[in-house]
């Protein structure tokens, strides 16, 4: 999906159920976005989820799924050291890649005062994507570095020179970030970027720009980061108001998946076949 000609795209998912919806709704690939990990066990965004909570879900996401699954590792929770245990538990999970950004531990969202936030040492960071390539052991592993120059206010220059050096460090992909509700930064970006190395962006805030427009410009992977979350949000409160306020369910019966629903992407059927196969009969 990096490498290959023309546009590709991720969804987020944040648990088991979610990420299968998202298989079956034929993307190729999930997103496993802190945002909404963190949001979905009701914490911040500020890693308070430890590494391994984030883990022990990626995995119950890996088992549901059979599409690659790039998970949003923040800062890759601690240094060099801490991003070597990550790839390796990782890929025992069977997670194609992560996605580390170049910021401080405990990080904050990028639309949270973004100002605010620090940066990473470029050199650290460096020794950080190393560390994680050197670590892997299953070529199709990927690392995204991400740089937030943008969100922070670092400008242009800064940016591309941070990408250029993860680049060297080893990164397989640049995830370029952007909080302006235009998409100028990044063809700024892309301008000069060219094709040195395939780019990631998450067009949370510029979504209103056609993905024509990004391919144009030759991102390789759009990434949708919060949608899911998001929409289960609203379709959530609205039925447990009004089941509240009716005291009934007759009004939202229709509306809700049915139970049927739940057990098929469990995968229920799949266990009472085994069950007569490995059961005594009676
Ligand atoms: C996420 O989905 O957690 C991301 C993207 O990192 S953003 O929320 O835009 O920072
Ligand atoms: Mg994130």
Redesign the pocket.
């Known amino acids: 999906m990096l490498r290959g000609k023309g546009l590709d795209f991720l969804c987020?998912a944040h648990n088991g159920m979610s990420a299968r919806i998202v298989e079956e709704a034929g993307f190729k690939g999930i997103?496993a976005?802190?945002?909404?990990l963190s949001g979905s066990l009701g914490v911040r965004?500020n890693n308070e989820a430890s590494w391994t909570q984030v883990l022990e879900i990626v995995e119950f996401m890996s088992d549901a799924t059979h599409v690659p699954i790039l998970l949003?590792g923040d800062t890759g929770y601690g240094n060099f050291n801490n991003l070597r245990r990550l790839v390796s538990k990782l890929e025992s999970r069977q997670i194609a890649g992560v996605c580390i950004?170049d910021k401080l531990f405990p990080k904050t969202?990028?639309?949270i005062d973004g100002e605010r936030q620090g940066l990473a040492d470029i050199e650290e960071f460096c020794g950080k994507i190393k560390a994680g390539k050197d670590t892997q052991r299953d070529d199709d592993f990927i690392i995204v570095a991400r740089t937030e120059a943008l969100i922070v206010g670092a400008g242009l220059k800064q940016a591309l020179a941070r990408a250029e050096a993860y680049r060297k460090a080893g990164a397989d992909a640049i995830l370029i970030?952007s909080k302006k509700r235009s998409p100028d930064e990044i063809e700024a970006f892309m301008r000069e970027w060219g094709d040195r190395h395939p780019v990631v962006i998450?067009p949370?805030t510029y979504y209103s720009t056609p993905t024509a427009r990004f391919e144009a410009l030759g991102i390789s992977l759009i990434?949708w980061?919060?949608h899911i979350l998001r929409s289960a949000v609203s379709a959530m409160r609205r039925t447990a108001e009004d089941i509240r306020k009716l005291q009934s369910i007759a009004a939202e019966e229709d509306r809700i998946a049915p139970v049927a629903e739940i057990f098929r992407l469990q995968g229920a059927k799949e266990l009472q076949q085994a069950e007569e196969r490995y059961l005594p009969r009676e």
Do not use: C, P, Q, Y
């Open positions: 987020e997103w976005s802190g945002l909404t965004d949003d950004e969202n990028s639309f970030h998450v949370t990434i980061a919060n």
